[in-house]
């Protein structure tokens, strides 16, 4: 049986018998998960292999060309993104941290993803808001420090075609959104983040329940 899932809202048995209904993993994931455990604790941030399977057919259905990932990690959905995007594709990687990052780029060029994939270290907004205004995305994954979300969000949604896609990982923390006692800067990030674009009429879309809680949202 699976460790405790990170879907939390399943139970393990429901989890395990999820996973064995999809797509089952290669070499370099089965690895790069494994190395990644090896860091620790931090590890919980790699999104859960479902979460990946799913991003890789959504890239797919969305005949994604140009993406931009922000926090990248240890390059775990980046792959996910960067299998999926159509023939001459690229994804655009923001992270800060060099030495997670490094891990990532051995795993692209094991998976032949090198010529796909551009990694910028720094803050994710410096490089967002560095891309020229004409540059037009497909996707776009959030996955970095949630106080920045909303900010990740109105950058990206601004260089995001019409049908274009938004994905934003974490979105129901744990269950604790709706936890009247539960509160600390990343909660409260994450509920004004929810709340913000629920609200929203530029964009249509629903919070997933798959993995931590994975919002998608389509550009009008
Ligand atoms: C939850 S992890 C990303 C997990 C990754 N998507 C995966 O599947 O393995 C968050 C990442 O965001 C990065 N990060 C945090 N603050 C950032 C910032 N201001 N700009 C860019 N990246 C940032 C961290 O270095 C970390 O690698």
Redesign the pocket.
């Known amino acids: 049986m699976a460790d405790a899932p990170k879907s939390f809202f399943l139970t393990p048995e429901i989890h395990d018998y999820l996973v064995a209904h999809a797509p089952g993993l290669d070499d370099v994931q089965r690895d790069l998960i494994a190395e990644t455990e090896k860091l620790g604790g931090i590890s919980m941030?790699?999104?859960a292999p479902e979460q990946g399977a799913f991003m890789t057919n959504l890239t797919k259905i969305v005949g994604v060309k140009y993406a931009i990932e922000?926090?990248?990690?240890?390059?775990?959905?980046s792959i996910a993104i960067a299998r999926g995007l159509v023939e001459g594709g690229h994804l655009l990687c923001?992270?800060?941290?060099e030495e997670?990052t490094s891990i990532a780029r051995r795993y692209w060029e094991r998976a032949g993803l090198e010529d796909r994939i551009v990694l910028k270290l720094g803050?994710?907004l410096d490089t967002l808001r560095a891309i020229p205004p004409e540059h037009q995305i497909d996707l776009a994954f959030i996955?970095?420090?949630k106080p920045?979300y909303k900010a990740y969000y109105e950058e990206l949604l601004a260089h995001l075609r019409p049908n274009g896609v938004i994905l934003v990982d974490n979105t129901l923390w744990g269950g604790s959104v709706i936890d009247p006692k539960a509160d600390d800067g990343n909660l409260h990030a994450i509920r004004e983040f929810n709340d913000y674009v629920a609200a929203d009429d530029r964009v249509e879309g629903s919070i997933l329940t798959i993995g931590d809680g994975l919002t998608l949202l389509r550009k009008k």
């Open positions: 941030m790699q999104i922000v926090g990248t990690f240890t390059g775990y959905s923001c992270d800060v941290n997670w803050p994710a996955d970095a420090d920045n």
